[in-house]
């Protein structure tokens, strides 16, 4: 069963974010709200819980997941990044875009593209996501939380809860975050493409 937390949207309570913490350093797999939708995470090294999104979302072995960062010196960690590349990512973050990037090799194999060797990577908004990450102090892997056959992601905490209480190890409630998706920005090539224009906007990259 999912422990359920309750959290304020903008000033998440530190007991919680830090029993949730010591539950993703224990290998568990929460649902958390961003600036974007309700996401799935665990910790990197977390093989299990990677499968466990995997089955929760039907994803196959092409599906980019995102490393969701507290700020830019860890996103420059795991993915390359170049002068030009760094001051359009740097305008644009923290905020609601996904970009696609060159991994280092920092980020294990099984987290990139298999083909072209990348790694979604973002930097979100939201005050419980950058508390976990603060709290944790290290990326965490993720993904939206949009279950197979849906249209839209779920946007109730509880809801998520009673889907999902066999599955996950705890849920993150504040509120309602959104359906949108992300803006996904691929900059592998150096030069941005867009492959989703979602939350974030997109006409600075255009």
Not at 26 to 41: E, F, R
Not at 76 to 90: D, E, L, P, S
Request: proline share 6%.
């Amino acid at each position: 069963m999912a422990k359920y937390f309750d959290v304020h949207p903008d000033n998440p309570q530190r007991r919680a974010i830090g029993q949730v913490v010591d539950l993703l350093r224990a290998d568990g797999l929460i649902a958390y709200p961003t600036d974007s939708c309700y996401a799935l995470g665990c910790v990197l090294g977390n093989k299990d819980g990677i499968d466990r999104i995997r089955e929760i979302r039907k994803l196959d072995d092409r599906h980019h997941f995102t490393l969701m960062c507290r700020d830019f010196a860890q996103l420059g960690q795991f993915a390359h990044v170049g002068n030009a590349v760094f001051r359009a990512i740097k305008a644009a973050t923290p905020g609601s875009y996904t970009f696609i990037l060159p991994a280092s090799r920092e980020v294990p194999r099984r987290l990139m593209h298999p083909k072209k060797k990348t790694v979604g990577a973002r930097i979100p908004q939201h005050a419980v996501a950058q508390a976990l990450l603060a709290e944790l102090g290290e990326p965490m892997l993720s993904t939206t939380l949009l279950l197979p056959g849906e249209a839209e992601p779920m946007t109730q905490g509880w809801e998520i809860k009673e889907a999902l209480d066999h599955a996950l190890d705890a849920v993150l409630d504040s509120g309602d975050c959104g359906t949108e998706p992300t803006t996904v920005v691929d900059f592998s090539d150096d030069e941005p493409v867009i492959l989703r224009h979602g939350a974030g906007d997109a006409s600075r990259f255009e």
